[in-house]
């Protein structure tokens, strides 16, 4: 096929990639070392490359020959790179843990660069046209935080939203929200956006030695959303988790008759809205959208009834016949919450406040509490997408993976959220990531432009491909067949040409 002439610039992906380091294994999929690799789109041709991220992490481990830093899914034993001793002890004289810089998760945008990130408090500056990995950034220098998730938002200005979880003051366990400007004042050219960071607000976490696990949060034009779900880390098992030999993973618990909490945060006072709002027990990564109509805010998330997803990456789950033998016990459900900020106070009881056309519920309980119910969108789908121009606002389509009861996906989906229409593309045999969506230059319509996909083959000897597909009709329009192995990957970002810097500048 032929690539659409205007598309030009770097689809950049990230993902683990190594899962054996000598004789020694990583337990889980989410642990492996970070692959980078990309797209490069230049005049109707592409060009690939792949690289490991130069990782302490990484670097450590190849030098060892073996796993020396522990990961999530797997705690490593001892690290020559520290003093055994120095270790146990900087393990008793902490709660929190080093972490690892080993970022598999996506990449960022934060000024005029791109960052590998995970979800602990480091992430890796990266060359987007080389994949070199350069500085490491530290995010505890700049704002209290542990853990920052590793799907920011972006607002109008390019500045970056994102949140992390601050574990740090002894037994006030909070969630702060943080900005990173996308400029520096012109006299401090020399000096690194990081240096401007600021703490947005705080949200208390209502248990203070148990916050939650999240791994994004929702943005509308007002307020920011995030959700506080009964899938928790356990601060005290993590601390003693290196001396009992187990995993972080292992303090992780879902508590499946606890609620889930809404918390919605007005940007311009920077202060919470004090209703509490909140739902049933619910496991979620992924928020979609999110947008403000008369008076209630509209928010999509991909959520399951427990945890059984992040089990099943365990390596021993994921052998050759694993899509016979794993099957999800929960299956990502998309559901729609419509929660109205603007009420009668004087509403009755057990009277539902939402005023909109939707299945979606709000009940109003006698302690003045709200009880969301939400509307089914759609069930299957996962790794969602959006055209981010209409981030924050009201919108139709989603494009995402197509997932049944085991975690791989299989296809990808094109899901319209009003008419309920979905398309696909599926071949036998194929496995594709996380669509990402690129708009045509000057597209009028939302869903003008193009989506794209890595896809790998089951059979290692067929070879992998880039999926170029029309997004509106969601027929193919060409695919470029890579000679060399590619991993499944997690996420990662669509760079314009124009946002790149070029080395003479």
Known sequence: GQLPTWLQGILLRNGPGMHTIGDSKYNHWFDGLALLHSFTFKNGEVYYRSKYLRSDTYNCNIEANRIVVSEFGTMAYPDPCKNIFAKAFSYLSHTIPEFTDNCLIN??????????????????????????????????????????????????????????????????????????????????????????????????????????????????????????????????????????????????????????????IDRKTKKEVPTKFYTDAMVFFHHINAYEEDGHIIFDVIAYTDNSLYDMFYLKNLGKDFEENVKLTSIPTCKRFVVPLQYDKDAVVDSNLVTLPTTATAVKEKDGNIYCQPEILCEGIELPRINYDYNGKKYKYVFATQVQWSPV?????????????????????????????????????????????????????????????????????????????????????????????????
């Not at 490491?136 to 704002?143: F, H």
């Not at 943080?178 to 600021?198: M, N, R």
């Not at 607000?201 to 307020?223: A, E, K, Q, V, W």
């Not at 509106?472 to 060399?484: D, G, H, I, Q, Y």
């Open 107 to 264: 990449i960022m945008k934060a000024g005029d660069d791109f960052y590998a990130t995970g979800e602990t408090n480091f992430i890796r500056k990266i060359n987007p046209e080389t994949l070199e990995t350069l500085e490491k950034v530290d995010y505890n220098k700049y704002v209290a935080v542990n853990l920052a998730t590793s799907h920011p938002h972006y607002d109008s200005a390019g500045n970056v939203l994102n949140m992390g979880t601050s574990i740090v003051d002894k037994g006030k366990t909070k969630y702060l929200l943080f900005k990173i400007p996308s400029s520096v004042p012109e006299q401090e050219k020399k000096k690194s956006c990081f240096k401007h960071l600021e703490v947005v607000c705080s949200i208390p976490s209502r248990s203070l030695l148990h916050p939650s696990y999240y791994h994004s949060f929702g943005i509308t034009g007002n307020y920011i959303i995030f959700i506080e779900q009964p899938f928790r880390l356990d601060i005290v098992k993590m601390a003693t988790a290196y001396i009992r030999g187990v995993s972080w993973a292992s303090c992780l618990a879902f508590n499946k008759d606890d609620k889930t909490w809404f918390h919605f």
């Open 409 to 505: 996906p299989t296809k990808i989906a094109k899901f319209n959220t009003q008419t309920k229409e979905m398309l696909h593309w599926g071949q036998d045999d194929c496995w594709p990531s996380e669509p990402v969506f690129v708009p045509r230059p000057d597209a009028k319509e939302e869903d003008d432009g193009v989506v794209l996909t890595c896809v790998v083959k089951t059979d290692p000897k067929d070879p992998p491909f880039l999926l170029v597909l029309d997004a509106k009709t969601f027929t193919e329009l060409c695919r470029a067949t890579v000679n060399a192995e590619m991993h499944m990957d997690l996420h990662g970002m669509f760079i314009p040409q124009q946002a790149m810097k070029t080395e003479t500048e």
